[in-house]
T-cell receptor, first 114, second 109 residues
Framework: DSGVTQTPKHLITATGQRVTLRCSPR?????VYWYQQSLDQGLQFLIQYYNGEERAKGNILERFSAQQFPDLHSELNLSSLELGDSALYFCASSVRGDTQETQYFGPGTRLLVL | GQQVMQIPQYQHVQEGEDFTTYCNSS?????IQWYKQRPGGHPVFLIQ?????EVKKQKRLTFQFGEAKKNSSLHITATQTTDVGTYFC?????????FGRGTQLTVWP
């Protein structure tokens, strides 16, 4: 158990819909990262937040957005969903958000878009 | 494009055989991390290498960072069925951490 929690574990929805994935970082960690893992693209970095502010952006689509709240939990919003958005979405956290730090991954949310 | 390339994508070995996965970058890496993801699980941090030419060992696992800090390898000696999973490297370059595609290791008993 990494100490990072993600909800829900599984999500099934239809194309065109919008969903919100939630992540609570490890106690004391200020930085949250979101990743998308699919069979054909591997582990893709989406976005990073540090203490409520966006720190780095990766391959995140415009249909996707995220935020980190004052209590440091984070949400990833996926809208106008397409079949290709079906994937495993991981959240990870670290203490300071330095790329030399270990990232602790949550169990992931498996999204299926039908 | 993929900043950190990892090969092979798949590796099937018999228990007791050795296994190696390689990561390469066209740019110099500040550091490289290795993660393991068990089937159905999430990536778990294994180790970080920072210095040029660095070699670190964890029991049967040996991690190397190239002299030019552009490549790295993970070698497992005498694989066991518990080694099954996908091994990812993640290198810091161009201000970001880039994950390789991973090598999926299957071990036959």
């Amino acid at each position: 158990d990494s100490g990072v929690t993600q909800t829900p574990k599984h999500l099934i929805t239809a194309t065109g819909q919008r969903v919100t994935l939630r992540c609570s970082p490890r106690s004391g960690d200020l930085s949250v990262y979101w990743y998308q893992q699919s069979l054909d693209q591997g582990l893709q970095f989406l976005i990073q937040y540090y203490n409520g502010e966006e720190r780095a952006k990766g391959n995140i689509l415009e249909r996707f957005s995220a935020q980190q709240f004052p209590d440091l939990h984070s949400e990833l919003n996926l809208s106008s969903l397409e079949l290709g958005d079906s994937a495993l979405y991981f959240c990870a956290s670290s203490v300071r958000g330095d790329t030399q730090e270990t990232q602790y991954f949550g169990p992931g949310t498996r999204l299926l878009v039908l | 494009g993929q900043q950190v390339m990892q090969i092979p994508q798949y590796q099937h070995v018999q228990e007791g055989e050795d296994f190696t996965t390689y990561c390469n970058s066209s740019t110099t890496l500040s550091n490289i991390q290795w993660y393991k993801q068990r089937p159905g699980g999430h990536p778990v941090f294994l180790i970080q290498l920072v210095k040029s030419g660095e070699v670190k060992k964890q029991k049967r696992l040996t991690f190397q960072f190239g002299e030019a800090k552009k490549n790295s390898s993970l070698h497992i000696t005498a694989t066991q069925t518990t080694d099954v999973g996908t091994y990812f490297c993640a290198g810091k370059t161009l201000g970001r951490l880039y994950f390789g595609r991973g090598t999926q290791l299957t071990v036959w008993p």
